[in-house]
């Protein structure tokens, strides 16, 4: 068997993807996948471990055909079924049935291509939603193909029962966001958006909020918001008693510094405006000194130059 030679001679992995073998469990011969991986000892092989994935009871197993107007079919490249989820249809030709699409079904099982189409069921006669699948690989001589016909009457069932799923999932969703943005906002967004306020007032210098409204604010439910809402009212409380010494004493400090400013003002004036000064005869003196050291001035101009000098 390729199976068993295939993996000694070549000491690698060996896969089928469909595999016909008589397990003697009744029935005939059953398709199957089919790995095989050598036993080394050295470099002999000494023999194989084998394992079987026999498709029948694996569909069996995935309860694929739970509902019996469903065809679950194993089929050859030329048509033959290997497999039926309902006995009565096993060891026929499908393409010996009244099949809708036959000519675009045939090329996909000829050229080992994916096959998805709506159309009747050759079987039943009722509209379906017709799939066909390739498991062999392209270059083994044995093509095997999983065929499956849903009704599309069942789709839609599926497709409506998700809908309504989605729907009604999503309305209870809503439902209780709605319900959980008012808790929140009664219970919480309210008492910090009055905080909030209250330290907006204190901030522009309002440190008088009234003592009625600290009686009548409501209770948030949340023990921590109550006490922070106290700890504010008493801070307030305080800082209003040492408010006036702070203003007073911001008071006397502004005097003061106004009059080191005006003592400071008039030596600093008078120390600028001597710098000035001093700049500009310095540099009238070195101008001067420089046209001295010049040939072209004459008798009266070289007196008045002199004259700045001195």
């Known amino acids: 068997s390729p199976w068993y030679?295939?993996?000694?001679?070549?000491?690698?992995?060996?896969?089928?993807?469909?595999?016909?073998?008589?397990?003697?469990?009744?029935?005939?011969?059953?398709?199957?996948?089919?790995m095989t991986a050598p036993i080394m000892a050295g470099d002999r092989a000494i023999g194989a471990v084998v394992i079987d994935i026999n498709y029948s009871e694996l569909i069996t197993s995935l309860n694929l055909?739970?509902?019996k107007r469903w065809q679950v079919l194993l089929l050859s490249?030329?048509?033959d079924v290997l497999y039926a989820s309902d006995p009565d249809h096993s060891r026929q030709n499908l393409f010996s049935l009244p099949f809708s699409n036959s000519d675009d079904f045939k090329a996909a099982i000829d050229g080992m291509k994916p096959y998805l189409a709506e159309g009747a069921d050759p079987y039943s006669g009722e509209e379906s939603l017709v799939s066909l699948y390739p498991i062999s690989r392209p270059e083994t001589d044995r093509?095997?193909?999983?065929?499956?016909?849903i009704p599309t009457s069942d789709i839609d069932v599926m497709a409506r029962s998700a809908v309504e799923l989605i729907i009604s999932t999503s309305v209870l969703g809503f439902l209780l966001l709605g319900f959980s943005v008012f808790v929140v906002t009664r219970n919480i967004v309210r008492p910090i958006k009055k905080l909030t306020v209250d330290f907006d007032?204190?901030?522009?210098?309002d440190l008088e909020i009234a003592a009625g409204e600290r009686e009548d604010a409501p209770a948030s439910n949340v023990v921590e918001l109550d006490s922070l809402q106290r700890s504010l009212w008493k801070m307030l409380a305080q800082i209003s008693q040492t408010h006036e010494l702070r203003l007073k004493a911001a008071e006397?400090?502004?005097e003061k510094e106004k009059v080191l400013a005006a003592s400071q003002a008039k030596p600093q004036y008078l120390s600028n405006m001597s710098h000035e000064i001093r700049t500009l005869m310095n540099a009238i003196l070195?101008?001067?000194?420089i046209l001295l050291l010049g040939r072209h001035l004459n008798d009266q101009e070289r007196n008045y130059i002199n004259d700045i000098n001195v």
């Open 5 to 34: 030679h295939n993996a000694l001679s070549t000491r690698k992995i060996y896969l089928e993807l469909a595999e016909t073998y008589d397990y003697g469990l009744g029935g005939g011969p059953r398709v199957a996948a089919t």
């Open 65 to 67: 055909h739970s509902d």
């Open 77 to 79: 490249g030329g048509g």
């Open 143 to 149: 093509k095997i193909y999983l065929y499956l016909s």
């Open 201 to 205: 007032r204190i901030s522009n210098g």
């Open 252 to 254: 006397e400090r502004v």
């Open 286 to 289: 070195g101008i001067s000194e």
